[in-house]
């Protein structure tokens, strides 16, 4: 099982970045996909959750900025960040899971694989 994250980089603040997650070695469609983000001294929290129906949650301070997508044919799933600001400062992980559902999903736990992570910095 694998998962590549790719799309991060510097941007300044108010700019757009999407990032991509591909995965293989499992059946993609049958996965729960979910978006963290760690920035240096803080916890690993939630960004953004994708289950199998396509169903979606957001992380509070992300609402409204951020949207997920999956596309089960590229066994891939998208976090497109708009209006970006400083504090979304972190390397973003992309997380596969099969047993969560409702807001649980929002849990590390309830993810067994993950992927590398990618660098997002935005200057203010």
């Known amino acids: 099982v694998q998962l590549v994250e790719s799309g991060g980089g510097v941007v300044h603040s108010g700019a757009s970045l999407r990032l991509s997650c591909t995965v293989s070695?499992?059946?993609?469609?049958?996965?729960?996909m979910g978006w963290f983000r760690q920035a240096p001294g803080k916890e690993r929290e939630v960004v953004a959750a994708?289950?199998?129906?396509?169903?979606?949650l957001y992380g509070d301070s992300v609402k409204g900025r951020f949207t997920t997508s999956r596309d089960n044919a590229k066994n891939t799933v998208y976090l497109q960040m708009n209006s970006l600001n400083a504090e979304d400062t972190a390397v973003y992980y992309c997380?596969?899971?099969?047993?969560?559902?409702?807001?649980?999903?929002?849990?590390?736990?309830?993810?067994?694989?993950w992927g590398q992570g990618t660098q997002v910095i935005v200057s203010s």
């Open positions: 997380a596969a899971g099969l047993g969560c559902s409702g807001y649980g999903c929002a849990g590390l736990s309830a993810y067994d694989h």
């Open positions: 994708i289950r199998r129906r396509a169903d979606t």
């Open positions: 070695g499992y059946t993609f469609s049958e996965y729960i």
